[in-house]
């Protein structure tokens, strides 16, 4: 089945700790995107790649950062700068960067502080 | 500044009853227009769009949207709710003529008594 995949589920971090999550797709798709989800605040753009090799800011991408080495990966790094992490973290594709096109959605992840 | 405004935080109605989520956005040209349905610690499911033609939008699970330009709204109808449609729905708009960026409303949590 084609989809997305996103790991883990649940993540736990230390303060000062980066931590990375998985953003994995079957579906072909050019572009890939970050998202964070806070209680009332719906989504907010972390990051966005509409090629390999190449990825743009979103509006509260401080304290992030990715690398789109392969069309299928996508992988979000939690740094120790990003002073409130504690969110659930959306990982979307779609099959160009053109905003008609639907994008698609991971199961998503759990970040917790400790 | 581009916008969504869903003005409803939470509703609840009973099963069968008829249900009507609102959406109102705020954009210069014409805009692209999505709801997706989340249900709680998952991913979100696209259930309708909206970019031209026909006002009227179909979409799945029995749910159908109405665009109005005039009113700037994009509000989401279902005849007869199931208890099944309990989740939370967003309303997005995909702003055209650069990459895939979406939107999105706070979200409306609907509750759904038996």
């Known amino acids: 089945d084609g989809g997305i995949t996103q790991s883990p589920k649940y993540l736990f971090r230390k303060e000062g700790q980066n931590v990375t999550l998985s953003c994995e797709q079957n579906l072909n798709h050019d572009a890939m995107y970050w998202y964070r989800q806070d209680p009332g605040q719906g989504l907010r753009l972390i990051y966005y790649?509409?090629?390999?090799?190449?990825?743009q800011k979103g509006d509260i991408a401080e304290g992030y950062s990715v690398s789109r080495e392969k069309k299928e990966s996508f992988p979000l790094t939690v740094t120790s700068a990003q002073k409130n992490p504690t969110a659930f973290y959306l990982c979307?594709?779609?099959?160009?960067?053109?905003?008609?096109?639907?994008?698609?959605f991971g199961p998503g992840t759990r970040l917790t502080v400790l | 500044a581009q916008s969504v405004t869903q003005p409803d935080i939470h509703i609840t109605v009973s099963e069968g009853a008829s249900l009507e989520l609102r959406c109102n956005y705020s954009?210069?040209?014409?805009?692209?227009l999505f709801w997706y349905v989340q249900s709680p610690g998952q991913g979100l499911q696209l259930l309708l769009k909206y970019f031209s033609g026909d006002t009227l939008v179909q979409g799945i699970k029995g749910f159908e949207a109405e665009f109005k330009r005039s009113q700037s709204s994009f509000n989401l109808r279902k005849p007869s709710v199931h208890w099944s449609d309990a989740a939370e729905y967003f309303c997005a708009v995909g702003i055209s003529g650069g990459y895939n960026k979406l939107i999105f409303g706070a979200g409306t949590r609907l509750a759904v008594h038996p």
């Open positions: 790649s509409q090629i390999v090799n190449d990825f």
């Open positions: 979307a594709s779609s099959m160009s960067g053109s905003s008609y096109n639907e994008q698609f």
């Open positions: 954009y210069g040209a014409t805009p692209y």
